[in-house]
C-alpha cells in the first residue's frame, strides 16, 4: 500500500491563479481531510469528507472547494489563490465514517502564493 | 467551540532527563483524544487515542494519560530520536466529524 499520496510536492502561485492540490488513498478509507499547518497555529482544518458524495466545512473553508467523487481521491481546489494561503497542506484519511481511530497523513504540499 | 491548548511551546531536554508535556482541551463531550508525532519536513504520524479520564496508554519511552479537563504525555529516559514537535488533538461529540489539533510541543532532546 502507497498509504496516502499527495501532489506536488512543492508550488509557487502568483496570486489570482487557481490549482488542485491532489490527495489520493489506496486503503479504501472512508473518511478524508485537508488541514493548513503554519507557524505556531498547529493543524487547522480546512475541509473533510465521510465518504463518498459526502463534504463539509471545517475551521477555514473560504477560498477552499473540495469535492469527493471516489472513495479513493479528495482533491482541494484554490480557487484564486492570495498570499494567506501561503502553508503547508496535509491530507489525511480514516477508516470508519465518524471514526475516532487514527488519521493516516500524507507527506505534505508546500504552496508559495506570491 | 472545541479547543486545544498545548503547552509548553518549546522544550529543551538533556538525553535521560524525564518531563511531560501537556494538552487543555475544552469539548463538548469528548469522543477522542489523540497524541501525534511530527518530524520536520513530514506529515503527522499517530502514537495513541485516549477516550475516557482515567485511561492511560504506552508506547516504549512514551505515556499518554487523560482527565477530565487535560492530557498528559510523559517521557521517560529519553534520547535523541524523540526529539520532534508532538501535537494533541480532541474530536467532541458536538463537533461532528472535526478534529481540533493544538499548536504542539517542539520538543528537543540533547546528546
Known amino acids: 500500500n502507497a498509504g496516502v499520496t499527495q501532489t506536488p510536492k512543492f508550488q509557487v502561485l502568483k496570486t489570482g491563479q487557481s490549482m488542485t492540490l491532489q490527495c489520493a488513498q489506496d486503503?479504501?478509507?472512508?473518511?478524508m481531510s485537508w488541514y493548513r499547518q503554519d507557524p505556531g497555529m498547529g493543524l487547522r482544518l480546512i475541509h473533510y469528507?465521510?465518504?463518498?458524495?459526502?463534504?463539509d466545512q471545517g475551521e477555514v473553508p473560504n477560498g477552499y472547494n473540495v469535492s469527493r467523487s471516489t472513495t479513493e481521491d479528495f482533491p482541494l481546489r484554490l480557487l484564486s489563490a492570495a498570499p494567506s494561503q501561503t502553508s503547508v497542506y496535509f491530507c489525511?484519511?480514516?477508516?470508519?465514517?465518524?471514526?475516532?481511530?487514527?488519521?493516516?497523513f500524507g507527506p505534505g504540499t508546500r504552496l508559495t502564493v506570491l | 467551540e472545541d479547543q486545544v491548548t498545548q503547552s509548553p511551546e518549546a522544550l529543551r531536554l538533556q538525553e535521560g532527563e524525564s518531563s511531560s508535556l501537556n494538552c487543555s482541551y475544552t469539548?463538548?463531550?469528548?469522543?477522542?483524544l489523540f497524541w501525534y508525532r511530527q518530524d520536520p519536513g513530514k506529515g503527522p504520524e499517530f502514537l495513541f487515542t485516549?477516550?475516557?479520564a482515567g485511561e492511560e496508554k504506552e508506547k516504549e519511552r512514551l505515556k499518554a494519560t487523560l482527565t477530565k479537563k487535560e492530557s498528559f504525555l510523559h517521557i521517560t529516559a529519553p534520547k535523541p530520536e524523540d526529539s520532534a514537535t508532538y501535537l494533541c488533538?480532541?474530536?467532541?461529540?458536538?463537533?461532528?466529524?472535526?478534529?481540533?489539533f493544538g499548536s504542539g510541543t517542539r520538543l528537543s532532546i540533547r546528546p
Open positions: 485516549l477516550y475516557s
Open positions: 469539548v463538548s463531550g469528548l469522543r477522542g
Open positions: 488533538a480532541v474530536r467532541g461529540y458536538s463537533s461532528a466529524s472535526k478534529i481540533i
Open positions: 489525511a484519511s480514516s477508516p470508519e465514517r465518524g471514526s475516532y481511530n487514527e488519521q493516516f
Open positions: 469528507s465521510v465518504g463518498a458524495g459526502i463534504t
Open positions: 486503503m479504501n478509507h472512508e473518511y
